[in-house]
């Protein structure tokens, strides 16, 4: 009998501390899990990251945004990243309350600090380190909570960045289909190209079958047909052209003397790119200009190449490259 009394209040006990320790555990997770408000990113209209000495600003006008203090166009995709990650910020675990933040790449030289606004009101306030080791967190700090915590991705990719990363590449865009004329310039030599479009159902030479559908083929200013494959590749290539590469701000006005210029022309708009001769002759880049950049660029050396080629079979067909 008294064993059966010792042995219940052994499993009372037992209990007792069960219950205590899951519910310590359950407070202590709460407490060192803090609960990141929601953030509509939508809202959110500007952000700034701090690293070391260098300060990176972006803001966002109508629906465009702009990187840094000379307010450069800011590649669009890039910039909903960081508001996304900013907006979405999960805490997923306790990672140290040491204060030794080297190891996380959490010190004032290496950390990331981000502040995203809406407005004049801060809705994010928070340090970036490097990332973890699950290569599926970064460590990070919040606001003046001197803990690091996990959060949820590899942010630390994203908020680590300069303002050469964060512009818009894009140096000319248009659609190919509104393209009604392309005109060529290199050295002496020029051409114009002139799209024709028979009409569907419209036999264009009375001797094959009428066509089911609208039929584009171009010719040169005098009527002649010209390399079909050749356009179509120019129209390709430039129609999303992004450099690789800015140039200094005030290069611009000393380039001179293009290799090759081309035109591409729409109803109502004219496209244009211009290609200078390489700074040195192991440059692996050309200088550049285009009537969408007020800047100077770099394009590839191999893409430029490339693009030679299919201008050489358009002025000189009879050449074969």
């Known amino acids: 009998m008294k064993f059966k009394k010792e042995y219940i ?18 407070d202590r997770t709460h407490f060192e899990l803090p609960q990141v408000a929601t953030v509509d ?12 000495d260098s300060t990176i600003e972006l803001t966002k006008k109508d629906d465009s945004w702009f990187v840094g203090p000379k307010a450069y166009p800011a590649d669009g995709i890039k910039a909903r990243n960081l508001v996304n990650a900013a907006a979405d910020l999960k805490i997923s675990a306790l990672v140290s309350e040491s204060g030794n933040y080297d190891r996380y790449d959490l010190t004032d ?9 809406a407005g004049n009101d801060e809705q994010r306030n928070f340090d970036v380190g490097r990332g973890a080791p699950t290569n599926q967190h970064s460590f990070v700090r919040l606001g003046q909570d001197p803990r690091v915590y996990h959060a949820r991705g590899r942010i630390h990719d994203t908020f680590d960045v300069t303002v050469d990363e964060l512009r818009d590449e894009t140096v000319l865009a248009f659609e190919k289909d509104d393209i009604v004329s392309v005109h060529i310039e290199k050295g002496a030599q020029q051409i114009t190209l002139v799209k024709i479009e028979t009409p569907a159902g419209q036999n264009p030479d009375n001797q094959q079958p009428a066509q089911a559908s609208p039929q584009t083929q171009w010719q040169d200013s005098q009527g002649n047909a010209v390399d079909q494959s050749a356009v179509t590749r120019l129209l390709r290539d430039f129609a ?28 109502d708009k004219t496209h244009r790119v211009s290609v200078f ?36 079979k358009l002025l000189n067909p009879e050449k074969k490259s």
Not at 9 to 26: E, H, N, Q
Not at 41 to 52: F, P
Not at 109 to 117: L, P, Y
């Open 41 to 52: 990113s939508k809202a959110i209209d500007r952000i700034v990251l701090k690293k070391g």
């Open 109 to 117: 030289d290496k950390k990331v600090n981000v502040r995203a606004f």
């Open 240 to 267: 999303l052209l992004k450099c690789s590469d800015y140039m200094q701000d005030d290069a611009k006005p000393a380039l001179k003397d293009a290799l090759w210029t081309v035109e591409f022309k729409t109803a």
């Open 277 to 312: 001769a390489r700074q040195s002759d192991d440059a692996l880049e050309y200088p550049a200009v285009s009537s969408h950049s007020e800047y100077a660029f770099f394009l590839a050396k191999s893409k430029v190449e490339n693009d030679q080629k299919q201008l050489d």
């Open 9 to 26: 209040v052994l499993l009372l006990i037992i209990i007792g501390l069960s219950l205590y320790l899951a519910m310590r555990s359950r």
